[in-house]
């Protein structure tokens, strides 16, 4: 856990402790890339990591237009000519065409511009591609043209434990200006849920103690080696301690979205259907729920009609009915087609999104 107070990028020189530690994890993590060989200084070995992630960082500028609601925390992201509120943050190349993965809050509402200004300092206007509301991350594309652009390496949070060292990156309190990331160096405080009102994922995030501020939000949390842990989220207050807490989401849990969030498919869309194979009916796709307010609601679909096809895709399962949900996005008008007493019937429905 720590405050949102800004920290030093970098830790001055570490004295005869630190070259233990990095002494130590030379040896015991030996033979991957960047871990200091023995008797290497601590503070060499971040200089390494910092200097191998750092290109593949980017800020990214958000014109937020004329909003009133910006908190107090974020007033100081404005543009420099109109003065009007704009969202700071940061992301992360994955591909050197440009796919950028960041977190949604600094994309979560209607924007006309967003930029990516990279670490040499290019200014490259970006889209929204996809938007995973579960996961809270977001996909953008940056315009590239014939530069591309470095990218992260991944890694993996599945043997993830508290203790490991850790280092953040991102663009805190704007300060970035010329382009290039800040890097804090922590530590693994815990893996755990969240008890905050403003968390959005609800799965299990890393804590750390590394500095997370205002603008860090899309960043990296990296190892020792240079690999990306997680998805740096904005800073939450803790309701069991009112402390503020810095915290990625599992790179693990996102790496399964990715392919689709590069196509432009975030959150899948819903029907508005709570569905179940049921054994009284042989087995088949049954509507067991219609949510009110829904569009399916909206549509004319009742309880007990069995699902036979969405657009020509046949439904048999709740798996089938998840992959064609999944090749569509939120506003979509589909055709559905039922079983309802028997008797063959289709409806037009426009996809949701939020919904069940």
Same mark, same amino acid.
């Given at each position: ?6 920290r ?19 040896a ?17 070995t ?26 107090p ?33 600094l ?17 490259l ?18 315009d ?6 470095a990218?992260?390496?991944?890694g ?9 060292l ?9 300060v ?13 405080t815990?893996i ?9 994922f ?14 860090? $939000?899309?960043?990296? +949390? %990296?190892? &020792? #080696? @240079?690999?990306?842990l997680?998805i740096?989220?904005? =800073?939450? *207050?803790?309701?069991?301690s ?29 029907l ?15 509507v ?14 009742? $309880?007990?009609?069995? +699902? %036979?096809? &969405? #657009? @020509? ?7 089938? =009915?998840? *992959?064609?949900?999944?090749k ?14 028997g ?14």
């Amino acid at each position: 856990m720590n405050s949102p107070a800004a920290r030093s990028p970098l830790p001055p020189a570490l004295p005869a402790l630190a070259f233990l530690v990095a002494a130590a994890l030379g040896a015991a993590r030996a033979g991957r890339a960047l871990e200091p060989e023995p008797g290497l200084p601590l503070d060499e070995t971040l200089e390494r990591v910092i200097a191998k992630v750092s290109p593949a960082v980017v800020r990214i500028e958000v014109d937020g237009g004329d909003r009133r609601d910006v908190p107090p925390e974020r007033r100081f992201f404005r543009d420099a000519e109109t003065g009007r509120p704009r969202e700071g943050g940061a992301g992360i190349v994955l591909k050197p065409n440009g796919l950028v993965l960041t977190h949604a809050t600094l994309v979560s509402f209607a924007m006309p511009r967003i930029e990516v200004l990279t670490p040499r300092g290019r200014r490259l206007r970006a889209e929204l591609l996809a938007r995973d509301a579960k996961l809270d991350v977001a996909m953008l594309k940056a315009d590239v043209g014939d530069e591309p652009l470095a990218a992260v390496e991944l890694g993996s949070s599945a043997s993830l434990e508290p203790g490991r060292l850790a280092i953040t990156f991102g663009n805190p309190f704007g300060v970035a200006r010329d382009s290039r990331p800040s890097a804090a160096f922590g530590v693994v405080t815990a893996i755990t849920k969240l008890d905050a009102r403003d968390a959005v994922f609800t799965g299990k995030v890393i804590v750390t103690d590394g500095a997370v501020n205002p603008g860090n $939000e899309g960043g990296p +949390l %990296v190892d &020792l #080696d @240079g690999r990306v842990l997680g998805i740096l989220g904005p =800073l939450v *207050r803790d309701r069991r301690s009112s402390t503020m807490i810095g915290y990625a989401i599992p790179i693990d849990a996102i790496a399964p979205r990715l392919e689709a969030l590069a196509e432009g498919r975030g959150t899948p869309p819903r029907l508005g259907l709570m569905c179940e194979e049921d054994p009284t009916n042989g087995g088949k796709l049954t509507v067991a729920r219609v949510v009110p307010g829904s569009s399916a609601e909206a549509a004319g679909a009742r $309880e007990r009609d069995v +699902l %036979v096809s &969405l #657009d @020509g895709d046949p439904l048999s399962k709740k798996d089938d =009915l998840r *992959r064609a949900l999944e090749k569509r996005r939120p506003g979509a008008r589909v055709r559905l087609a039922l079983e309802r007493d028997g008797k063959p019937l289709e409806l037009d429905v426009v996809l949701g999104e939020g919904e069940r």
